[in-house]
């Protein structure tokens, strides 16, 4: 449980993520998606009952924990003043890569990404697509066991987007890699995730896949059904229940990627 003041932003949560899925988080904002990740992240602290990655308690080794982690926040993470691998390097210093193996892993960060051709350019000067795949060259140059991924594609166009997930798929494919994302594009959680979670006023309401998801509402359902069915009643006033901050954060950042 988790709480801000009286308000109880996640309620008794009971959540497993099984390694080397693609497992989304989904539901309407004001839902606790964010403060969730930001526990499991080490950002926020642990209030009440026990939070584990990789069987480490968040608690008692944040520092271990983080060290497991790679995170693409809501809100833009890179520097425009800064070239696409001064932005990766930083990254590559914060979570203490070795020295000798630095520029190496830097290098195959922006490749796995598909920016090594235009690393020296200013990062101001990058597209959209560019830049979320520049923030995802950032979150994987440790190497990380677990990307935790803040809706990734807020804010892109269709094409960028497709291409986004083309390089979560990629990870999942060749890494093996964890991966837990938030996102408000069903279509999104449908065509990545091999588990989606769907969270309504804190609590958690339902747990499956895609498809089990979609067979438990209706034989044409669509996963946006799943979500309309569990948290219809609060679909019209999702921006009234998320903080005026972050309702301007994924505003500002949607028009940067514009």
């Given at each position: 449980m988790h709480r801000f003041g009286e308000t109880v932003a996640v309620d008794h949560l009971d959540l497993q993520i099984g390694a080397g899925e693609v497992f989304g988080l989904l539901g309407p904002n004001g839902a606790g998606k964010t403060t969730t990740i930001r526990v499991l992240n080490?950002?926020?602290?642990?209030?009440?009952?026990?939070?584990?990655?990789?069987?480490?308690?968040?608690?008692?080794?944040?520092?271990?924990?983080?060290?497991?982690?790679?995170?693409?926040?809501?809100?833009?993470?890179?520097?425009?003043?800064?070239?696409?691998?001064?932005?990766?390097?930083?990254?590559?210093?914060?979570?203490?890569?070795?020295?000798?193996?630095?520029?190496?892993?830097?290098?195959?960060?922006?490749?796995?990404?598909?920016?090594?051709?235009?690393?020296?350019?200013?990062?101001?000067?990058?597209?959209?697509?560019?830049?979320?795949?520049?923030?995802?060259?950032?979150?994987?140059?440790?190497?990380?066991?677990?990307?935790?991924?803040?809706?990734?594609?807020?804010?892109?166009d269709p094409i960028a987007r497709e291409s986004v997930w083309d390089r979560v798929r990629q990870m999942r494919d060749d890494y093996g890699m964890t991966v837990l994302l938030t996102t408000h594009y069903m279509d999104e959680a449908d065509e990545l995730c091999n588990t989606v979670a769907l969270m309504h006023r804190g609590r958690l309401q339902v747990v499956g896949s895609p498809g089990r998801l979609r067979a438990g509402i209706g034989a044409d359902a669509t996963l946006e059904d799943v979500f309309r069915h569990y948290a219809g009643a609060d679909l019209g006033g999702d921006e009234e229940q998320k903080g005026v901050r972050d309702v301007r954060r994924s505003r500002q950042t949607a028009r940067k990627l514009g």
């Open positions: 080490t950002l926020l602290p642990v209030q009440e009952g026990t939070v584990r990655v990789f069987g480490l308690d968040v608690s008692r080794y944040a520092t271990d924990v983080r060290r497991h982690l790679g995170y693409v926040p809501q809100q833009l993470s890179i520097e425009a003043a800064l070239t696409g691998r001064q932005n990766v390097t930083w990254f590559a210093r914060l979570f203490d890569v070795p020295r000798r193996e630095r520029a190496a892993r830097v290098d195959e960060a922006l490749a796995t990404m598909d920016l090594l051709g235009v690393a020296d350019r200013l990062a101001g000067t990058y597209s959209g697509g560019m830049i979320r795949r520049l923030e995802l060259a950032q979150a994987l140059v440790n190497r990380p066991a677990l990307l935790v991924l803040d809706e990734p594609t807020v804010g892109l």
